[in-house]
Nanobody, 124 residues
Framework: EVQVVQSGGGAAQPGGSLTLSCAASGFGDGSACMGWFQQRPGKWRRGIAGMNNEGDVVYEDDVMGRFTLSKGDVPNTLYLQIHNLRPEDTAMYYC??????????????????WGQGTQVTVSS
């Protein structure tokens, strides 16, 4: 059974940093395709960063340079670091996983398994 478990997030001040963690299990010995999605209040859930099975990373244009996606030492563990936090980063963040990146790594349709979501709130 595949499980995707998230941790991290919470409240932070503008200009600070946060790290979100995601651990996907149930993929056997293989590397999963994994990504992070952002859902701002009243908005669609959108892909912001994704990593394919080979470890190649793609970012949505407007987060590039402030968001950093990295792999953990444990297989299928993914971290999303958000630097220089802005109020517009306030959102629910979801981690997603798939056996392989069948489609665009930032597309919801690529992923079959989803984490529970974690809230990030940026305010002074």
């Amino acid at each position: 059974e595949v499980q995707v478990v998230q941790s991290g997030g919470g409240a932070a001040q503008p200009g600070g940093s946060l790290t979100l963690s995601c651990a996907a299990s149930g993929f056997g010995d293989g590397s999963a395709c994994m990504g992070w999605f952002q859902q701002r209040p009243g908005k669609w859930r959108r892909g912001i960063a994704g990593m394919n099975n080979e470890g190649d990373v793609v970012y949505e244009d407007d987060v590039m340079g402030r968001f950093t996606l990295s792999k953990g030492d444990v297989p299928n563990t993914l971290y999303l670091q958000i630097h220089n936090l802005r109020p517009e980063d306030t959102a629910m963040y979801y981690c997603a996983a798939a056996d392989w990146c069948r489609y665009n790594r930032l597309a919801r349709s690529t992923y079959q398994y989803w984490g529970q979501g974690t809230q990030v709130t940026v305010s002074s």
